[in-house]
């Protein structure tokens, strides 16, 4: 015989019902991070799918190919930027072809409008494990790529910096170069993984990831669309910070703008980060549109709100809610935030190529 489940009475029904309204009423605030956390996971999923999911990018024809297996023109990449033409106003495009290169390349000053075209994030991999504190170097020989000649432009490919989180800060991307662009890499480091140092630069659907200062210079820079790693137990005790901007001037057109990208870290726990703190009196940082993964805070340092611009717009925040002292910094209307579109920022946007698929809005 079926035996049918027994039913509450009315008012046991109700007190269930309103014991349930009661938990949630009491634990709204942790069921309110839950949503949010769970709503930066699938934004970080679908931002991370998106900069896996392309189409081979056909910038250029390649003049020459490098690769480990002797089939192509040169083994090595630092060989092929040797053959390229001095000061040319065309683009040589190297192709470099799926592997690991362990070189640290330099992209000097005569070497104009260079392209490295890559088979994809970790499959054409430049790596370097050098620092200046355990190599006693000189400056110009730690990054594993530096670039100084003005038009570089990099595609589908990862760089980086081995170099122990004991060590001084071991550069991945030491860039000098002006109008530069890279489009769709990677770059992989423990403290001060991107040294964008001087003129203009464009990082567009890019990945960057370290424990500390991972991106920082006096460089006129946009990041959009970026994919920006904490790695929390990266061996690195100090703070994490994300950006930290040098500009001496207010006239200065410098300043890193972060627009529509992710920030989000590696590990278990969730890191304690700086968004950005000033490496001079008038240094300018803005996040607009950006999901900020991270519990985060700024710091002026030694400097003064009445100089340091920082600002916001728009971004979206999961771990606001922890009591984490944060001080005052500026926030951007539909108006103001327009001076630091792609076009806006950059003075032009002639030197883009139309293959690169940045956004021109913002408000």
């Not at 349930?20 to 009491?26: A, M, Q, S």
């Not at 920006?228 to 057109?253: F, K, L, M």
């Not at 922890?322 to 327009?338: A, C, G, W």
Request: hydrophobic residues 40%.
């Amino acid at each position: 015989m079926d035996i049918e489940p027994a039913q509450q009475p009315p008012q046991a029904q109700q007190a269930s019902s309103a014991g349930v309204l009661g938990w949630l009423y009491g634990h709204r605030i942790g069921a309110v991070k839950i949503f949010l956390i769970t709503g930066l996971i699938i934004g970080t999923v679908l931002a991370f799918t998106t900069l896996h999911k392309h189409k081979p990018m056909t910038l250029c024809k390649a003049n020459v190919t490098v690769s480990l297996d002797g089939a192509s023109n040169f083994y090595t990449i630092s060989a092929a930027v040797e053959a390229a033409p001095n000061l040319s106003s065309y683009q040589f495009c190297i192709w470099i072809k799926q592997g690991r290169y362990l070189e640290n390349i330099i992209v000097g000053e005569n070497k104009t409008n260079v392209v490295f075209l890559g088979d994809g994030i970790g499959k054409t991999i430049i790596t370097g494990s050098r620092s200046c504190y355990d190599m006693n170097c000189e400056f110009m020989h730690e990054p594993t790529l530096w670039v100084v000649g003005e038009g570089f432009m990099a595609v589908d490919l990862t760089v980086e910096n081995t170099a122990m989180p004991e060590t001084n800060p071991a550069v991945a991307l030491e860039n000098w170069s002006d109008r530069s662009i890279f489009y769709r890499c990677a770059f992989v480091g423990y403290r001060g993984v991107v040294h964008a140092n001087h003129y203009i630069q464009f990082y567009c659907e890019c990945q960057i990831q370290g424990a500390s200062s991972l991106i920082f210079g006096g460089a006129q820079a946009i990041f959009q669309s970026c994919f920006i790693i904490v790695d929390a137990n990266g061996g690195v005790t100090q703070e994490h910070v994300i950006s930290a901007q040098r500009r001496y001037s207010q006239n200065n057109p410098t300043g890193f703008a972060f627009q529509f990208c992710v920030i989000s870290y590696r590990n278990d726990t969730v890191p304690v980060s700086y968004w950005g703190v000033p490496l001079a009196p008038f240094a300018r940082i803005v996040f607009i549109r950006c999901q900020l993964g991270v519990i985060g805070t700024w710091s002026y340092g030694t400097f003064t709100p009445l100089t340091v611009f920082f600002a916001e717009y728009k971004n979206a925040e999961p771990f606001a809610m922890y009591d984490i002292k944060r001080p005052t910094v500026n926030t951007l209307d539909q108006t103001t935030v327009s001076q630091f579109t792609v076009r806006e920022f950059f003075g032009s946007t002639d030197w883009i190529p139309s293959s690169i698929p940045y956004k021109s809005y913002l408000a």
